[in-house]
């Protein structure tokens, strides 16, 4: 088995993307991606690719890595593209492939479609790739902040995205081990029809859960050994600032947004 | 030979940033009924060799010979060398997950396409010869004790009958009473059944007491491979490794330097008291006789 | 003075007993007493199932008695404003490298701890520096845990334990899961900061030859301290200890033999050098 999840992995270097506060960096990618969502017009998704392409270069991640990461993506692109330039149905064909019929807008849609997917996909990677996981689930924590008093548990939320987050690696190491000892004991997780395959997934499942629910309370003692006891007065080390920097680039990036927007009505 | 390693080289994740060379140019026979230990500190690629053994890891050159035959040669050679050649990972305990212990034990013979019949036998078999009681079958694997879950799991290996079984690290994290059981099951098991044993250990009291070979590796090489004695005498190259030999030797050495006419492949206590024994009531003797 | 008095302590896990439905409570401690002074190394042994790894639990308050007294630091943790003052200078440093590490960064999971107990941001960072200092991680600040060996986790668990600056730091088989290398990197780590920064430390562990560096053993059965002494008078008491099922160091054991035979020597022998000095001297 063979897992690969570099997918907005973050990339320690430094750049002006990874400088600025992460609750800019979030606040403007998920703006960013309901934007161009909403925009349905040519010039303003050439803004927002020529954006995209100045913020890669900002960020000092190699392109090279990025796109590695995107591999697995990049099949889900290619299937949604297909499927709209096939299945949408329009009066304007523009040529015809044997019995299917392509038509302009079936083209307009599915290529509408793909610069949506890919320009979502590059600015959230931007967002992993240039904040560590911490960073994000402190913004996100700020974020959540003015809701906990209509009873949403912002720190937990954010304590268990940490959690989750610290244990992947150690998860799929264990995973792995799994599938060795029982291939070992014979067990054959590569043939058979869907249903023998599923059920062969039990004796990997079942010790996966088993062990996560022992961690789980393994560390739940540790934490509480060490003075855990929720968010009551609890500071932290590393403090979030706003600073000059992040004023500008917030500056920056709604002008950009602006001219989308406008670009949108105006053609 | 039973088992051979032919120039087996392994590179972990090849042609990507991660390259790294596991092993590099293992060649390696084990004869029948041979009882090896494999030493080296974490990441000396003792792990990765044995789980070459069975064919869970492919070499990236060379082969692995059971038998006689390539064990990659085909899918159903590779099936049935897994089947001889039995593996039990670090904590193997992690693996259970039947609802009861005879189930579980009963998992690979019956991967095997055994009929339940015989699996029953072999699985019975197993469990009796791991020490688990009758009336511990039925229980779900959880409710065991450390060392028996760690001998249960042994047994779901041991019921697929192997010819070869390696053991890695069976007792670690064990507490003193578990880990003697662990290792007095294994010295039965080689002189009951007869089948080769390889055990990778930590522990060179636990090596010194069992083994009748040593391979020592090292940064993914065989560095050392002899019979106990001829390995632990070399104190100085292991210490160079990051490796220790049993206390005892290193007191026979001493001794020795101090001018007691002593030999130094000595490292069990039972040995070294009957030496230093004979040598201090023979030296009284001498100098009673003296006198 | 006493850091640590438990004084005729019981414990019992509660279950549901299959035959009756009733809940059940085990013994798991019996009327157990024990006194641990400040700046003492007491090393714990006992098998599994024996009662030690409660024992740590009560010893900084993740378990509260059923019946008798423990005081820590002086205090009662029955009083539950006692608690957290409790676990703050009684640290515990786990058996699982991988459980007990919370975040994604070296430093960050130094800082957990002090973070809990309301230190100012600008006093924690120095805490933090010092503690991976103290215990020789301040390259690996920024790593990434899951990609640590072994030992280099539990240095990273113990710096996250002394970065609350406790008095009193618990080994609960910290170093059962590790390599001979990973082992010594705990060990030296603990004996240093017994000696330099006097922390009391107590040892739990099932190996005899990290039970001989400490000043004083007790050894737990069945729920109770049935042995307590230096190392020597523990060691050389063999035949105790293995009905115990518990080992003794591999020189000892051939004290004892060599006594066996009838020769002349001392059976609370430890050490190699011990050993050839007494060989030595024989006669």
């Known amino acids: 088995m063979n897992f690969n999840i570099t997918i907005g992995q973050y990339y320690p270097t430094d750049s002006i993307l990874h400088r600025l506060d992460p609750r800019v960096k979030l606040a403007a990618s998920l703006s960013f991606i309901i934007i161009v969502c909403l925009i349905d017009n040519g010039f303003g998704y050439a803004i927002s690719a020529a954006f995209i392409a100045a913020a890669v270069w900002a960020s000092n991640v190699p392109v090279k890595l990025m796109l590695r990461g995107m591999k697995s993506i990049f099949f889900f692109i290619v299937f949604t593209f297909t499927v709209n330039i096939f299945l949408i149905p329009g009066g304007n064909i523009l040529f015809n492939l044997g019995p299917v019929k392509i038509s302009a807008e079936a083209l307009n849609t599915a290529l509408l479609m793909t610069a949506r997917l890919s320009i979502m996909i590059f600015a959230s990677s931007l967002l992993t790739l240039t904040s560590s996981p911490i960073q994000l689930t402190d913004a996100i924590e700020y974020y959540l902040a003015p809701f906990k008093k209509i009873g949403v548990p912002s720190h937990q939320i954010a304590m268990m995205m940490t959690i989750t987050l610290r244990f992947i690696p150690t998860l799929i190491d264990e995973l792995d081990k799994i599938v060795r000892a029982q291939k070992a004991r014979g067990a054959d997780l590569d043939t058979g029809g869907a249903f023998k395959k599923a059920k062969a997934l039990i004796p990997i499942l079942v010790p996966l859960f088993l062990s996560s629910f022992r961690r789980a309370d393994e560390l739940a003692t540790a934490m509480e050994a060490r003075c855990y006891r929720g968010d009551i007065e609890r500071t932290k080390m590393k403090q979030m600032k706003f600073g000059m920097q992040d004023l500008y680039a917030g500056i920056i990036f709604i002008c950009i947004c602006s001219c989308i927007i406008m670009a949108n009505f105006i053609f | 030979m039973q088992l051979q390693l032919d120039g087996v080289n392994y590179v972990y994740s090849e042609g990507t940033a991660f390259e790294k060379k596991a092993l590099g140019n293992i060649n390696l026979n084990i004869g029948k009924g041979e009882f090896v230990a494999i030493i080296g500190h974490t990441g000396s690629g003792k792990s990765t060799l044995i789980q070459h053994f069975n064919g869970l890891i492919k070499p990236t050159s060379g082969k692995v010979l059971f038998e006689g035959a390539d064990i990659h040669e085909n899918k159903k050679l590779l099936k049935t060398t897994r089947q001889k050649i039995g593996l039990v990972f670090q904590y193997p305990e992690a693996q259970l997950f039947e609802i009861t212990v005879f189930k579980d034990v009963a998992f690979g013979p019956l991967n095997m396409g055994l009929s339940k019949e015989e699996a029953d036998v072999r699985t019975r078999n197993a469990l009796e010869i791991v020490g688990i009681n009758e009336c511990d079958f039925e229980k779900s694997p959880f409710e065991l004790s450390g060392g028996q879950k760690r001998r249960a799991a042994i047994a779901g290996v041991l019921a697929m009958n192997p010819e070869i079984l390696v053991l890695d690290e069976p007792t670690a994290g064990l507490d003193p009473r578990g880990r003697d059981e662990i290792l007095f099951k294994i010295k039965e098991m080689r002189d009951k059944l007869n089948i080769t044993i390889i055990l990778v250990s930590h522990s060179m009291e636990d090596v010194a007491k069992l083994a009748d070979r040593v391979i020592v590796m090292s940064d993914g090489h065989i560095v050392m491979d002899g019979t106990v004695k001829e390995v632990f005498r070399e104190v100085g190259a292991l210490s160079k490794i990051g490796l220790a030999a049993p206390k005892i030797s290193y007191l026979m050495k001493a001794l020795k330097e101090k001018g007691f006419d002593v030999p130094i492949d000595i490292y069990t206590p039972n040995e070294a008291a009957d030496i230093i024994y004979n040598l201090l009531t023979r030296q009284k003797s001498k100098s009673g006789g003296a006198k | ?283």
């Open chain 3, 1 to 283: 003075m006493d850091i640590i008095k438990i004084n005729n302590v019981g414990f019992g896990y509660s279950y549901i007993d299959e035959d009756s439905n009733k809940t059940m409570k085990t013994e798991t401690l019996k009327n157990i007493n024990l006194n641990i002074e400040t700046g003492e190394f007491v090393a714990i042994l006992g098998h599994n199932g024996s009662g030690k790894s409660t024992l740590a639990k009560i010893m900084n308050a993740l378990l509260l008695p059923d019946s008798g007294e423990a005081l820590i630091i002086g205090l009662n943790p029955s009083n539950e404003s006692n608690i957290f003052e409790i676990r703050r200078n009684v640290g515990m440093v786990f058996q699982n490298p991988d459980n007990q590490i919370i975040a994604t960064i070296v430093e960050e999971d130094v800082a957990f701890g002090p973070e809990n107990l309301s230190i100012p941001p600008d006093k924690i960072r120095p805490r933090v520096d010092s503690a991976l200092k103290n215990v020789g991680m301040e390259n690996f600040a920024l790593a990434n845990p899951a990609y640590l060996s072994g030992g280099q986790k539990q240095r990273v668990a113990i710096a996250g334990v002394l970065a609350m600056k406790p008095k009193c730091i618990i080994f609960d088989e910290s170093t059962a899961m590790l390599d001979p290398n990973g082992r010594k990197e705990v060990l030296d780590t603990a004996i240093k900061l017994n000696k330099e920064d006097k922390i009391t430390i107590i040892l739990i562990t099932h190996f005899m030859d990290e039970a001989t560096l400490a000043d004083r053993v007790i050894v737990v059965n069945d729920g109770q301290a049935v042995m307590g002494g230096p190392p020597k008078s523990i060691f050389s008491q063999i035949n105790e200890l293995k009905a115990l099922s518990l080992d003794v160091p591999q020189i000892t054991e051939l004290a004892y033999l060599l006594s066996e035979k009838g020769l002349n020597i001392n059976t609370d022998i430890l050490t190699i050098e011990e050993m050839v000095g007494a060989l030595c001297n024989y006669n």
